[in-house]
Nanobody, 123 residues
Framework: QVQLVESGGGLVQAGGSLKLSCTAS????????KGWYRQAPGKEREFVAS????????DYADSVKGRFTISVDSAKNTVYLQMNSLKPDDTAVYYC????????????????WGQGTQVTVSS
């Protein structure tokens, strides 16, 4: 079983940057598909970014393409989400997710979820 813990959220001004981290414990998840989702108040959870287990392929929601980057440090069992040029619309709780199985880009169904970290972007 994999446990995921996110960190790095906070309050930032529009145009600023944040880097979220998600560290896995319980077992290595180097062979897992990994993703980031977010949920804004009153809205459904939505896909943000994902990657194959080896990072050979990454996918992004159109709303974050060119501003966000997903990456992984397998030695640290950690997946990251670098967020640049943040906008107030990026305000949400951000969740990381992982799955030991096939990759379907933004349509991947994940088995393991973190508890979320709040990101607030002020205008």
């Amino acid at each position: 079983q994999v446990q995921l813990v996110e960190s790095g959220g906070g309050l930032v001004q529009a145009g600023g940057s944040l880097k979220l981290s998600c560290t896995a414990s319980g077992r290595t998840f180097s062979t897992y598909v990994k993703g980031w989702y977010r949920q804004a108040p009153g809205k459904e959870r939505e896909f943000v970014a994902s990657m194959t287990w080896n990072g050979a392929r990454t996918d992004y929601a159109d709303s974050v393409k060119g501003r966000f980057t997903i990456s992984v440090d397998s030695a640290k069992n950690t997946v990251y989400l670098q967020m640049n040029s943040l906008k107030p619309d990026d305000t949400a709780v951000y969740y990381c997710a992982a799955k030991d199985g096939p990759y379907y880009g933004g349509r991947t169904l994940y088995d393991h979820w973190g508890q979320g970290t709040q990101v607030t972007v002020s205008s």
